[in-house]
């Protein structure tokens, strides 16, 4: 069944949304981004062939000479000489004007439509480039702790080198170890550069600069704990009712079932009257003719009626194109709000549990190491771990926001009004 009306369902929010810089940097591409800009110039040509559609045809004004004598061309020698006037005005079958109307009705639905999907679109575009920058940019300061880690073990296993407490081979592991964060922190800035052009693209170019947080600050982590993805139900009401995608798909459909009118009544006789005046010359008296026309559908069979079954078959395939759409989008609906829930309880075991646990056990590694309680490799291991932690804190945070935003472009949800 297909969605006629856009009714208010039950709110799908997240504290992801919220993150300061994210509401205004979308303003900023909804602002500037020509492919929308283009959507609406579209919506506007539609909504301008409404009246065109439904007019009358042009009036035909027809003027000539008739029974000229071409040899001395005296215009009063014969009576049948005339010059006539006449105007033809086409009056289409009852009904085919509404049918045309329709459908350009029908067009600027589509438009307006297609308009909205594309800016639902964008929308999870600029979330998705948002977060992918917060989290290359939180990324930065988490390798510089690190380096800070490995600059303190690299201070420990020097003093216990020079002590004779420790073999040289962990004061140049931990030097390697530093050598390998210095590599690692050009794949970081590399990210963050990636992930700054594709911002830039969607807003038509450079900007001002973009606010992200520290998606692993304290500010950020607790918000995402009062979230919670709405039930099953309740999300594909909303995909029914206000999915982008859908209404796109129905207005199409809604189109082609206009369109079927149109070839049904195109067989149908459309009327022609014309009025006619002939002057004549020498004082005669002026002739005045009234006409009437009526088309013949004479190949129908092979003209209108292949076109109304087309038109019938294409109204039937963008049905099922809705039906089939509607099917797919309710299956990525399940696939995103399980992969959401599942991202929420990571996000929160990391930070609650993980990460705590694996500071806790950074540091007791390095001391531990200073009185030579246990191996140097064991002081890079918990290092490393608290790093690839935080790391994954922070991506579960990006990849988090970004599926919000794209199942908030998938139910129609525009959070950002």
Same mark, same amino acid.
């Given at each position: 069944?297909?969605a006629?009306?856009r009714?208010s369902?039950?709110?799908?929010?997240?504290?992801v949304?919220e993150?300061?810089?994210?509401?205004?940097?979308?303003?900023?591409?909804?602002?500037?981004? !020509? =492919?929308?800009? @283009?959507? /609406?110039?579209? &919506?506007?040509? *539609?909504?301008? +062939?409404?009246?065109? %559609?439904?007019?009358?045809?042009?009036?035909?004004?027809?003027?000539?000479?008739?029974?000229?004598?071409?040899t001395?061309?005296?215009?009063?020698?014969e009576?049948?000489?005339?010059f006539?006037?006449?105007?033809q005005q086409?009056?289409?079958?009852p009904?085919?004007q509404?049918?045309?109307t329709?459908?350009?009705?029908?067009d600027?639905?589509?438009?307006? !439509? =297609?308009?909205? @999907?594309l /800016?639902?679109? &964008?929308?999870a *575009?600029?979330? +998705?480039?948002?977060? %992918?920058?917060?989290g290359?940019?939180?990324a930065?300061?988490?390798?510089?702790?690190?380096?800070?880690l490995?600059d303190?073990?690299?201070?420990?296993?020097?003093?216990?080198?020079e002590?004779?407490?420790?073999?040289?081979?962990?004061?140049l592991?931990?030097?390697?170890?530093?050598?390998?964060?210095?590599?690692e922190?050009?794949e970081?800035?590399?990210?963050?550069?990636?992930?700054?052009?594709?911002?830039?693209?969607?807003? *038509?170019?450079?900007?001002?600069?973009?606010?992200?947080?520290l998606?692993?600050?304290?500010?950020?982590?607790p918000?995402?704990?009062?979230?919670s993805?709405?039930?099953?139900s309740?999300?594909?009401?909303?995909?029914?009712?206000?999915?982008?995608p859908?209404?796109?798909?129905?207005?199409?459909a809604?189109?082609a079932?206009?369109?079927?009118?149109?070839?049904?009544?195109?067989?149908r006789?459309?009327?022609?009257?014309?009025?006619?005046?002939?002057?004549?010359?020498g004082?005669?008296?002026?002739?005045v003719?009234?006409?009437?026309g009526?088309?013949?559908?004479?190949?129908?069979g092979?003209?209108?009626g292949p076109?109304?079954?087309?038109?019938?078959?294409?109204?039937?395939?963008?049905?099922?194109?809705?039906?089939?759409?509607?099917?797919?989008?309710?299956?990525e609906?399940g696939?995103?709000?399980?992969?959401?829930?599942?991202?929420?309880?990571?996000?929160?075991?990391?930070?609650?549990?993980?990460l705590p646990?694996?500071?806790?056990?950074?540091?007791s590694a390095l001391?531990?190491?200073?009185?030579?309680?246990i191996?140097?490799?064991?002081?890079?291991?918990?290092?490393?771990?608290?790093?690839?932690?935080q790391?994954?804190?922070?991506?579960?945070?990006?990849?988090?926001?970004?599926?919000?935003?794209?199942?908030?472009?998938?139910i129609?949800?525009?959070w950002?009004?």
């Amino acid at each position: 069944m297909l969605a006629a009306a856009r009714p208010s369902a039950a709110r799908a929010q997240s504290a992801v949304f919220e993150v300061p810089g994210l509401r205004g940097y979308v303003e900023r591409v909804l602002q500037r981004n !020509a =492919g929308l800009r @283009a959507a /609406e110039s579209r &919506l506007g040509a *539609a909504e301008r +062939r409404i009246a065109p %559609a439904g007019s009358l045809p042009d009036p035909m004004l027809t003027f000539g000479a008739m029974a000229v004598p071409v040899t001395s061309f005296d215009l009063d020698r014969e009576p049948m000489t005339q010059f006539p006037l006449m105007v033809q005005q086409r009056f289409p079958f009852p009904g085919k004007q509404a049918a045309a109307t329709a459908v350009a009705r029908g067009d600027s639905s589509v438009a307006y !439509a =297609g308009r909205d @999907a594309l /800016e639902a679109g &964008l929308v999870a *575009a600029a979330v +998705r480039a948002y977060y %992918a920058v917060a989290g290359a940019e939180t990324a930065l300061p988490i390798w510089r702790a690190r380096v800070a880690l490995a600059d303190q073990a690299i201070a420990v296993a020097q003093v216990r080198y020079e002590t004779g407490t420790a073999p040289q081979t962990d004061l140049l592991r931990a030097r390697l170890r530093r050598a390998e964060l210095d590599e690692e922190r050009r794949e970081l800035e590399a990210a963050v550069a990636s992930a700054g052009a594709r911002l830039d693209a969607l807003r *038509a170019g450079p900007g001002e600069a973009v606010f992200t947080p520290l998606l692993i600050s304290t500010a950020v982590v607790p918000g995402l704990r009062g979230d919670s993805v709405p039930p099953g139900s309740v999300l594909r009401q909303a995909l029914i009712e206000r999915s982008p995608p859908l209404l796109a798909a129905a207005a199409e459909a809604e189109r082609a079932r206009r369109t079927v009118r149109v070839f049904a009544v195109a067989g149908r006789p459309d009327f022609t009257l014309g009025l006619q005046a002939a002057v004549r010359g020498g004082g005669r008296e002026t002739f005045v003719s009234a006409l009437v026309g009526v088309s013949v559908p004479l190949y129908a069979g092979r003209k209108q009626g292949p076109a109304a079954e087309a038109a019938r078959l294409d109204a039937a395939a963008a049905e099922q194109r809705y039906d089939d759409l509607a099917a797919h989008l309710t299956g990525e609906l399940g696939a995103a709000a399980a992969d959401l829930a599942a991202l929420r309880d990571r996000i929160l075991q990391t930070a609650d549990e993980i990460l705590p646990l694996a500071e806790a056990a950074s540091a007791s590694a390095l001391q531990r190491y200073q009185v030579g309680a246990i191996e140097f490799t064991a002081v890079l291991d918990a290092q490393d771990d608290l790093f690839r932690a935080q790391l994954r804190l922070a991506r579960l945070i990006a990849g988090y926001g970004a599926a919000w935003g794209d199942l908030a472009a998938l139910i129609g949800e525009e959070w950002y009004r």
